[in-house]
């Protein structure tokens, strides 16, 4: 635990381990590109439509009116600061490094950094469907914390797998695809808690990475730091009321050919104020061969990706380091070909 940031209650100066170069750390531009925010409400031609030219685009939008009740999200909200404003001796049975445990407290990224050091602490919950009870490993405390995060889940989840019916939709391909072993695997909570930090300008939350699974929800702090990556230059997310931020992983990308890109994004600190979001993971089982599908395929535009096992996938694209001559999370086209 004696590696958990928030054990400490105000962090006076960086530790040394924490800080980049400048030309690691460049700044947001001041440009203002905001997201789409798509009404989920709204006519079903027009929702598919809107969701398919984001995602061409930049590969990131807002969602709202998406059917998660308001006080399910501050359920959820206040939930989660209470758990990590909860005393150490409480959390020191979940705080694990071993990167495959399912449900643990670590500080830090989950992908092999070569050593760098970033600026979050996060508590990592796997959350089967039909739910069973591998949730007992969860923890109990706060009172009520189980079920509010089960409730939260299943509805995020939902949401998550009418966004992918909606996708089908406005690909041209079978309402389902996406269902089965491509969507049927644990869905992964990342609850991350950024502390304040003394020096946010030399330090990161998360490094630039794209996700690798299906598709991500992210329920957002009011505190902004997500940063998304957009025609070379980092834009920040202002999130909208009530609203999830939603991203494709890297699997949509290799699914549909490249048709949908997934974006490189990082998360930034603030001096002054703690921030903590929500990650929702759509995934796929662990033994779901993923590749190009036919339907993407001619003889004009022929595969661009290599076919995988999910799990192999997970173990190879798996290294992050700023400033790497292959970034391993990202230009997935390329690295392909090269390993």
Request: net charge positive.
């Given at each position: 635990m004696e590696n958990i940031l928030h054990a400490t209650p105000a962090h006076v100066s960086l530790p040394e381990s924490f800080?980049?170069?400048s030309d690691?750390?460049?700044?947001?531009t001041k440009a203002v590109v905001s997201l789409p925010i798509i009404d989920l409400s709204c006519g079903r031609d027009e929702v598919r439509r809107s969701i398919l030219e984001a995602g061409k685009e930049l590969g990131f939008f807002q969602v709202v009116n998406h059917g998660v009740s308001k006080q399910v999200m501050r359920d959820m909200e206040g939930m989660c600061e209470q758990f990590f404003h909860l005393p150490a001796v409480d959390k020191a049975s979940l705080y694990s490094e071993e990167r495959?445990?399912?449900?643990?407290l670590f500080s830090g990224a989950t992908y092999d950094t070569g050593g760098e050091k970033y600026?979050?602490?996060c508590l990592r919950l796997a959350c089967p469907f039909p739910v069973d009870d591998s949730i007992n490993e969860w923890p109990d405390t706060p009172k009520g914390l189980r079920d509010v995060i089960e409730k939260f889940t299943s509805q995020t989840r939902d949401v998550g797998k009418e966004l992918l019916r909606l996708l089908c939709d406005g690909m041209g391909i079978r309402a389902d695809y996406f269902e089965g072993d491509l969507s049927g695997g644990n869905v992964i909570l990342n609850i991350n808690h950024y502390p304040s930090c003394p020096n946010p300008d030399k330090a990161?939350?998360?490094?630039p990475h794209c996700d690798r699974n299906l598709i991500t929800l992210l329920l957002p702090s009011a505190v902004n730091g997500l940063e998304v990556s957009y025609k070379g230059d980092w834009i920040k997310v202002d999130p909208a009321p009530n609203a999830f931020v939603v991203n494709f992983g890297q699997q949509l990308e290799v699914v549909t050919n490249g048709l949908l890109k997934s974006i490189e994004h990082?998360?930034?600190t603030n001096s002054a104020l703690a921030?903590?979001?929500?990650?929702?993971?759509?995934?796929?089982t662990q033994e779901c061969l993923i590749g190009p599908a036919k339907e993407f395929l001619s003889k004009e535009n022929p595969p661009c990706y290599r076919t995988t096992m999910f799990r192999d996938f997970m173990r190879i694209y798996n290294v992050v380091k700023l400033g790497s001559s292959l970034n391993?999370?990202?230009?997935?086209?390329n690295v392909q070909k090269e390993i």
């Open positions: 800080v980049f170069a690691k750390v460049p700044p947001a495959h445990k399912p449900n643990r600026w979050r602490d990161l939350g998360q490094p990082r998360a930034m921030r903590t979001s929500v990650a929702t993971f759509i995934m796929p391993l999370t990202t230009n997935l086209k």
